[in-house]
């Protein structure tokens, strides 16, 4: 908060005095809203016959108690709210960044339009509301510059086919108009923002990406399956939804049959294939279960388990894992929902470890046998199957040494 003072000509100031009449200006701001208070006369008892003021409330303005320390204490508040969410948000979904691209690229605008309508709403709330009001909206802030620059990045790689891609991330201008009215300014700012938030997302779902992430590696791995076909990247974008819950199983766009995780550790596995002691946490009967889901997975790259009564697949990465074997082992999870949700025994299925395993052996088998073709099929339909775009988490790997 700062402080700045207006000089007037001395002749003219001593006239005024002369006459009796008190003369002053000063004008106080506080980024981001500004208050101007011009008080070009008043009589000597301090009672203005005359006052033109242009004044914007906000936090440690317009309020004749506010101080500099309080204005600047806000200030800091804010910006610190902005600065923790931009740290957290990168450290929690950095690596989901590049898979979800479109998904983020979508969500930056709707963050950045968040936080334009808390700017504007503040100043019809209390003082302490509006603190809070304001730093929302500087943690939405923080979250469209984090989402949108590593999106932005993303994208521009794609769109860069001749290496241009200085060019793609110049091409961008902002314009800033201002409108007085209260009512204009309600109206020009919601219809702005809508007609914004539908043209990018039109935007983003125009756009076909060339790698697999989840959602396109369902709708692709399901397609081939179901009717022995592979789907563009062109027929796949027409399909794909912007917002999509994360590691959500679909069978060609369906409702959702199950979910998958991909990069697990191995005790989450050992958990979830035997129970685990309440006390010392200590995983018991899980060896010999182990043991055989290691025989079954020995010439993969990873480990499998499908948690039939909650419906969740469970993947483990080999050290060394590919991105191909990384595409083989979504499959194989897909497959086995599908094929449990499908099958008329549903709870026999659920029942024993073993009726699970065969499960797991035909469907190994199946897409083994099938693999290459699909492989061949992705690679001419212009695909991109070696980059590793499944992991939205910083994933686990294992390595197993066999003991003679």
């Known amino acids: 908060m700062g402080m700045v003072t207006w000089s007037f000509p001395p002749s003219w100031v001593s006239e005024q005095r002369h006459r009796g009449l008190h003369v002053g200006g000063t004008a106080r701001y506080n980024s981001p809203i500004l208050e101007a208070t011009i008080s070009d006369a008043g009589k000597a008892d301090d009672r203005p016959d005359h006052q033109c003021s242009c004044r914007e409330t906000g ?95 993303s994208l521009s790689a794609h769109f860069a086919k001749w290496g241009n891609l200085g060019e793609l991330n110049a091409a961008g201008s902002v314009v800033i108009s201002y409108v007085s009215s209260p009512t204009a300014t309600w109206t020009c700012l919601i219809l702005l923002l809508s007609v914004h938030l539908a043209m990018n997302r039109a935007a983003v779902q125009a756009v076909s990406m060339h790698t697999l992430n989840r959602q396109r590696a369902n709708l692709v791995i399901s397609t081939y399956f179901d009717q022995n076909k592979t789907l563009s990247p062109k027929e796949v974008s027409l399909q794909e939804r912007i917002f999509e819950w994360d590691g959500v199983l679909r069978w060609r766009g369906s409702s959702p049959i199950a979910r998958a995780f991909i990069g697990l550790t191995l005790r989450s596995l050992l958990t979830t294939l035997a129970s685990a002691h309440e006390r010392s946490r200590s995983i018991r009967d899980g060896e010999a279960k182990l043991t055989k889901l290691v025989r079954l997975y020995k010439q ?85 199957v070696d980059t590793e775009n499944l992991e939205t988490i910083s994933g686990n790997r294992i390595l197993l040494q066999s003991q003679h």
């Open 59 to 153: 936090v440690g303005v317009g309020d004749s108690s506010a101080s500099p320390t309080t204005a600047l204490l806000f200030s800091i508040l804010q910006e610190s709210t902005g600065r923790v969410a931009t740290i957290l948000f990168a450290d929690r979904l950095g690596t989901a960044l590049e898979p979800e691209c479109k998904m983020y690229r979508l969500a930056a605008d709707v963050f950045n339009d968040a936080a334009m309508l808390l700017d504007c709403l503040s100043p019809a709330f209390p003082q302490g509301f509006r603190v809070l009001l304001l730093s929302i909206s500087s943690i939405l802030r923080a979250l469209c510059g984090v989402a949108a620059g590593s999106s932005k990045a």
């Open 300 to 384: 993969e790259e990873f480990l499998i388990w499908y948690d039939t009564p909650q419906r969740v697949g469970h993947i483990v990465l080999k050290e060394g894992a590919t991105s191909e074997s990384q595409l083989k082992a979504w499959a194989m999870v897909l497959l086995l929902a599908h094929r449990h949700s499908a099958a008329p025994g549903t709870d026999a299925i659920s029942a024993g470890f073993n009726s699970v395993l065969e499960l797991h052996r035909a469907t190994l088998d199946e897409v083994s046998r099938r693999w290459a073709g699909l492989v061949d099929g992705l690679q001419a339909a212009g695909w991109d």
